[in-house]
């Protein structure tokens, strides 16, 4: 696609369910991250994946969370039994390479509500 | 660890006004980038602006353009002939080795 996709769109679930959500980067790209957006705060980081190399999980904020990228392109991000404060945006972006001024390019997000 | 701070959780300014968001970050490197995103209600976050540390002259992008004092370690945004279609969360963000750093935004309003 001509940009950076993710599903769902929005995600309700109850307290205790496993989510899964996605995000197809754009083709080409070899960086991709995964960011948390509470309301009222900023994006933090969850984790960051670059071509071939082991992924920086170092933003994930418990071991209930975990994400994988299957052949460079498509990754999901899992979250095991959800809590209330799980409930954000979860923000996709892609860019070409991983030098610092790379522009990142974004997805529309997943809004996840946990009841 | 990177910190980057933005003092103005919501501004507003008159359409065709000037208007100017605050951004401060705290590093002790001497090289690495910052950004201005924009995100509007549909929640793609779009580049605005872009400045390396490196470089001396602020960068400007249209009627967007930046106050960088590396010194001060301060990173202000300027909109001018602000629009109706400008009015969306900015975020300021700071990069040397990733990932990127965001602050936690500021949401301009622009009134006709």
């Known amino acids: 696609g001509a940009g950076v996709s993710q599903s769902p769109s929005n995600k309700v679930t109850e307290k205790g369910k496993d989510v899964e959500l996605r995000c197809d980067p754009i083709s080409g790209h070899t960086a991709l991250y995964w960011y948390r957006q509470s309301l009222g705060q900023g994006l933090e980081f969850l984790i960051y994946f670059q071509g071939n190399s082991a992924p920086d999980k170092s933003g994930l904020p418990s071991d209930r969370f975990s994400a994988e990228r299957t052949g460079g392109s498509v990754s999901t991000l899992t979250i095991q039994r959800t809590q209330q404060e799980d409930s954000a945006v979860y923000l996709c972006?892609?860019?070409?390479?991983?030098?610092?001024?790379?522009?990142?390019?974004f997805g529309s997000g997943t809004q996840l509500s946990v009841l | 660890a990177q910190t980057v701070t933005q003092s103005q959780p919501e501004m507003s300014v008159q359409e065709a006004e000037t208007v100017t968001l605050s951004c401060t970050y705290d590093?002790?490197?001497?090289?690495?980038?910052l950004f201005w995103y924009k995100q509007p209600p549909s929640r793609q976050m779009i580049l605005v602006i872009r400045?390396?540390?490196?470089?001396?002259q602020n960068a400007t992008e249209n009627r967007f353009s930046v106050n960088f004092q590396k010194a001060a370690k301060s990173f202000s945004l300027k909109i001018s002939d602000s629009q109706l279609g400008d009015a969306a969360m900015y975020f300021c963000?700071?990069?040397?080795?990733?990932?990127?750093?965001f602050g936690k935004g500021t949401r301009l309003s622009v009134i006709a």
């Open positions: 963000a700071y990069i040397r080795n990733t990932p990127l750093v």
């Open positions: 400045q390396e540390a490196y470089k001396q």
């Open positions: 972006a892609s860019s070409l390479g991983a030098e610092g001024w790379e522009k990142l390019f």
């Open positions: 590093t002790s490197e001497s090289d690495y980038y």
